[in-house]
């Protein structure tokens, strides 16, 4: 070969080639960070051709987008996928899945019984399910069995909770927590809800139908009679309405704490020394001061929910590239949380970033469809991380068996097993 043709193959081997931004994808899935930095420099309003969805990745753009009323619709769902995308996401995105007034309306009425008030009252219950679920788990880890974090905590702690304040019986808590699993999980190379998936949603909205029909003869102290109560100006939910928003909670409520709570165990123990500034007993009391950031930080660097999609209603345009009205877009949170414009080293997990930049992150959306369990995620996280810390000494994670779950929009574990845990 000539010095030419060396100078050729040269080039040839470092162009990267085009973007190929598909979230169906398992190795997309995997890290889907390196495609977001790729989008943000080179392509912020990227197209993907094979899927026809548009992608906005730049945290200016998404928060805009999030913030700005009558151009990015929710009213056709936030998922990706062909079949729940349409005009009938709300049956199971509840106000997600709405716009306007119509979302104001729903919104309002679920928050009359999902009440700031009913959080905080939750935290004795938050804090027994803690100790519960985490003596266990030291319990397993004593007797040389070991434990998964995510199996035998993180999984069952938020499903508990939720199930808790919904009403749902312990018996039948698995139960739900399987079906949300399945209803998350997706198949590689399938570009759609699997019919697993489809089957799940629907024995999941028959439970929910049969609870509410229930608390409509006998009403309890729970959310669910709570959402059958709740009235604006002799306006009140229809029983279909209640049912979508349990559904939600099961789904997005649970899955995504989960996810924080596992991301939160996996990159803290991947980082020795930040490790020890949260965990070493001599300083106890300033570990626990950096449970927060910690928190924070996991819903920065590597956050649950990555992907929420929008219908556009009008055109949008960034640096001369148009998405046209009436197309899909994805709001890219994963990547927002990244951008370098707004994060001082955005690839790096930092415990100690400071707080001007922690307020920035989108994890929890923004405008009038913020996150409304944004403050019971972070409750259940604080809680749940303040007693690993307290009651826990060292802990190490087998970060090369690791499990991540395969999914369209959530991003998160499966199983993270703990290799090693000395107690205080």
């Given at each position: ?164 304040m919904m009403g749902v019986p312990q018996s039948d808590r698995d139960e739900v927590r399987r079906l949300a699993d399945i209803v ?241």
């Amino acid at each position: 070969m000539t010095t030419t043709d060396d100078h050729r193959g040269a080039a040839r081997a470092s162009d990267p080639g085009p973007i190929v931004f598909d979230p169906f994808d398992y190795g997309f899935q995997e890290d889907p960070y390196p495609v977001y930095a790729r989008c943000r420099a080179e392509e912020p309003l990227h197209h993907n051709t094979t899927h026809d969805f548009w992608v906005l990745t730049r945290h200016a753009d998404v928060q805009q987008a999030f913030r700005t009323e009558g151009v990015y619709s929710n009213a056709m769902g936030v998922s990706l996928e062909p079949s729940a995308w349409g005009p009938h996401a709300h049956k199971v995105m509840s106000f997600l899945g709405m716009d306007g007034d119509r979302q104001k309306r729903l919104r309002s009425l679920v928050s009359k019984g999902f009440t700031p008030r009913r959080v905080t009252e939750l935290a004795p219950q938050i804090e027994r399910l803690t100790d519960h679920y985490l003596s266990r788990c030291l319990e397993l880890a004593e007797s040389g069995q070991g434990f998964d974090w995510i199996k035998d905590f993180a999984g069952k702690l938020p499903m508990d909770v939720i199930s808790e304040m919904m009403g749902v019986p312990q018996s039948d808590r698995d139960e739900v927590r399987r079906l949300a699993d399945i209803v998350v999980h997706r198949e590689d190379g399938v570009h759609d809800v699997p019919q697993a998936g489809v089957t799940a949603s629907l024995d999941l909205v028959v439970y929910y139908a049969e609870m509410v029909a229930a608390r409509k003869k006998q009403p309890t102290d729970d959310l669910t009679s709570a959402l059958l109560a709740a009235e604006i100006d002799g306006d009140k939910l229809e029983d279909d309405e209640i049912i979508a928003f349990l559904f939600l909670m099961v789904v997005a409520g649970n899955e995504t704490t989960t996810k924080l709570l596992g991301h939160a165990l996996f990159h803290l123990t991947r980082h020795p020394s930040q490790y020890d500034d949260v965990f070493a007993a001599p300083r106890l009391a300033t570990g626990l001061e950096l449970v927060d950031p910690w928190i924070e930080e996991t819903l920065r660097f590597d956050t649950s929910s990555q992907v929420l999609a929008r219908h556009l209603l009008a055109d949008v345009e960034v640096e001369g590239v148009v998405a046209p009205a009436g197309a899909k877009l994805a709001l890219c949170v994963g990547s927002a949380n990244r951008d370098e414009r707004v994060f001082t080293a955005a690839d790096e997990f930092d415990v100690h970033r400071p707080k001007e930049e922690l307020s920035q992150l989108v994890s929890f959306g923004g405008g009038r469809h913020f996150c409304l369990g944004a403050n019971l995620a972070r409750l259940e996280a604080r809680i749940a991380l303040r007693e690993l810390v307290t009651r826990v000494k060292r802990i190490e994670v087998a970060h090369d068996e690791c499990l991540r779950v395969h999914s369209v929009s959530v991003r998160g574990f499966s199983s993270v097993p703990v290799s090693s845990i000395e107690v205080r």
